[in-house]
């Protein structure tokens, strides 16, 4: 399965980043940019309302696989490889670990793509896509580095729904000055 983001955590991520940015966490906006980068350079993004099915049992195999990548980095680096076995009981301690830390900051602990359950409503809370229509453009990194600069950081670009409402709103009150 695909693994992707939808546009409204883009967004969301997209606004960290820039408030991380303009309060001097140089390092978390570079991070987050990062991640904003290999979504969209992967075109990993799905639409608000599409369906898409992500168990709990799914997302920990993903951290466990990108741990297994990192631990990878890690012994390429000190050319050095420890026992599988425990490299899986580091990397399984680890990623339950990680995963107790971000429920206990997100406060969450059933996922939005969780299958539905036997009788469970689903409930229409609308779409992001009512309120805030967005585009984000990635400068080019020329340097070859993988580092995002500050001076190379994505440029955001975000159009309130407010002014179109608005601009209808003024369209159809011309339209019923006409008519009278």
Same mark, same amino acid.
């Given at each position: 399965?695909?693994?992707?983001?939808?546009?409204?955590?883009?967004? &969301?991520?997209?606004? #960290?980043?820039?408030?991380?940015?303009?309060?001097?966490?140089?390092?978390?906006?570079?991070?987050?940019?990062?991640?904003? $980068? $290999?979504?969209? @350079?992967?075109?990993? =993004? &799905?639409? /608000?309302?599409?369906?898409?099915?992500? /168990? $709990?049992? @799914?997302?920990? @195999?993903?951290?466990?696989?990108?741990?297994?990548?990192?631990?990878?980095?890690? !012994?390429?680096?000190?050319?050095?490889?420890?026992?599988? &076995?425990?490299?899986?009981? !580091?990397?399984?301690? !680890?990623?339950?670990?990680?995963? #107790?830390?971000?429920?206990?900051? =997100?406060?969450?602990?059933?996922?939005?793509?969780?299958?539905?359950?036997?009788?469970?409503?689903?409930?229409? $809370?609308?779409?992001?896509?009512?309120?805030?229509?967005?585009?984000?453009?990635?400068?080019?990194?020329? %340097? %070859?580095?993988?580092? =995002?600069?500050?001076?190379?950081?994505?440029? !955001? =670009?975000?159009? %309130?729904?407010?002014?179109? @409402?608005?601009?209808?709103?003024?369209?159809?009150?011309?339209?019923?000055?006409?008519?009278?």
């Amino acid at each position: 399965m695909k693994r992707s983001i939808n546009k409204k955590m883009m967004l &969301r991520l997209a606004a #960290q980043a820039d408030e991380a940015d303009l309060y001097g966490s140089h390092h978390i906006a570079d991070n987050l940019t990062y991640v904003l $980068k $290999k979504y969209a @350079e992967e075109n990993n =993004i &799905r639409d /608000n309302d599409t369906n898409y099915e992500y /168990n $709990k049992k @799914e997302l920990i @195999e993903d951290v466990e696989n990108m741990m297994w990548d990192a631990a990878t980095r890690v !012994f390429d680096y000190y050319d050095e490889l420890p026992d599988g &076995r425990d490299i899986e009981d !580091f990397i399984e301690t !680890f990623t339950n670990e990680y995963m #107790q830390g971000l429920d206990n900051i =997100i406060h969450s602990k059933v996922g939005k793509h969780e299958e539905k359950t036997p009788g469970e409503e689903t409930v229409d $809370k609308g779409t992001p896509d009512e309120v805030v229509h967005w585009e984000i453009k990635f400068e080019n990194n020329d %340097d %070859d580095d993988g580092g =995002i600069d500050d001076e190379e950081r994505s440029t !955001f =670009i975000l159009k %309130d729904f407010k002014e179109e @409402e608005d601009k209808e709103e003024e369209d159809k009150e011309e339209k019923d000055k006409e008519e009278d």
